[in-house]
């Protein structure tokens, strides 16, 4: 059983930070699945100098108003990224270790914080570590990294060793051990020591929470500014942040309560997913999205004339948010159960950000508007948000400190709808018609207020 433990609070500069989130391979155009890899081996690959492509995008993330990138794997792997071969390595199909430093500079010079995506549940199975078990079992110099019986194993025999989530090319490591704890820990730093600002920690969910107890008070100790996210995808993520030292988790249960919710004109699954969001602000502020490299597009899960819905939700109550790449223009794309199924949501970025026009010019706007006012009211990081009107297709939030409050009104109707405004006394984002008390929102509109 985990325990609690002490925790440091997270760093000051996250109370001001806004994510945007990339898939680095996806992005630039690298083959994800390479058919030569397992066969040459990924050292073999030649270095292709691509991760450049997301400097033409750093000044649109300003523009955005957005202060942080959030990068998906970017360490030399096999295939997607998630089944590493080597934490200390830039994957070749990006590039190597100057073009990540330049990138991180080219951040950091427009005041853009970077994270990065840690593996460290488990390598793919062509990871030297793990191929050294195959070829010298119990005697290998990293058995000790991976949870193996050898009890009856010959040589020459496959090497008994649990995977992760039923995918073969991923082997989880042992984190009952000290060379995994020492490993993780080299791996942090020495990419801290690079000038990132932070991990997200990738199916953090899977890991005992006391590895995470272990090994995360290690790296602070070097580098205390750094802040650390959870992928914790169920579970009772307040308990497992207390017993992780983890500064935050994914929110998963709001982003499902937001697009149901808009999706089927049902926002009494919105209000309560608040509710339920509303509770862990005791322990922690959670990471908050309405799209990833794991799901379906906002645009595609409720609609591109409801993202500006959900994206108000985003901002407007607590939590860290992220916007994944393309949101913004009401890119479309749908997850499916099968090999290849994240293609659509991870697609091949242009060189810089296209001219949009309708729909998708609104949404951009949206996001724009919602981003310069949550930038305006840091406090939001942490405030509580009230449920002040609620029927099937309408919803009025109020979240607010003693002195200041932001109200947001959503109409998932087809007809206009007369909502409270909650004191509120001037619209800041969206369209509605604020008097006497009321707002009037037209059909499937929304609103942004503030007292």
Known sequence: MDHDVDRTPEPAWVEHVMWWHVYPLGFVGADIRPTSSLDSGVEDRPVEHRLGHLDGWLD?????????????????????GYDTVDHF?????????????????????????????????????????????????????????????????????????GSFEGHDILVALDHSSSATEDLVVQVMTHWLERGIDGWRLDAAYAVPPAFWARVLPRVRE????????????????????????????????????????????NCYELAHAIERHDELLA????????????????????????VPHAIAVLFTVAGTPSVYAGDEFAW?????????????????????????TGVAADVL????????????????????????????????LRTATDREAVVTALNLSPEPVVLPAADATRVEAGAGDLRDGTLRLPAAGWAVLTR
């Open 60 to 80: 649109h993330v300003v523009d955005l108003g957005l202060n942080g990138l959030l990068l998906g794997p970017v360490f030399a792997s096999s295939t997607h």
């Open 283 to 306: 322990t922690f502020a959670p990471s908050t999205f309405v799209g990833n490299h794991d799901v379906t597009r906002i645009a595609s899960a409720v609609g591109e004339g409801f």
């Open 332 to 356: 479309t794309g749908v997850k499916e159960d099968r090999v290849g199924g994240d293609d659509a949501v991870r697609p091949t970025f242009p060189d810089g950000p296209p001219e949009v």
């Open 222 to 265: 070097r580098f205390p500014d750094a802040w650390f996210s959870g992928e914790v995808i169920h579970g009772d993520t307040a308990q497992i942040v207390r017993a992780s030292t983890m500064d935050s988790t994914t929110q998963y249960e709001l982003w499902q309560g937001i697009w149901h919710g808009i999706a089927d004109r």
């Open 89 to 161: 390595r830039i994957d070749p199909r990006l590039g190597d270790d100057g073009d990540v430093d330049r990138l991180v500079t080219a951040a950091h010079e427009r005041g853009i914080r970077v994270l990065l995506d840690g593996v460290f549940n488990h390598v793919g199975r062509e990871h030297p570590a793990f191929r050294a078990l195959a070829e010298h079992g119990p005697d290998a110099g990293t058995a000790a990294l991976f949870a193996v019986d050898w009890d009856g194993w010959q040589p020459g025999q496959p090497v008994p060793v």
């Open 365 to 396: 706007h949206a996001h724009q508007a919602l981003v310069a006012l949550r930038r305006r009211h840091p406090w939001l990081h942490r405030a509580h948000t009230d449920v002040v009107h609620l029927d099937n297709t309408a919803l009025v």
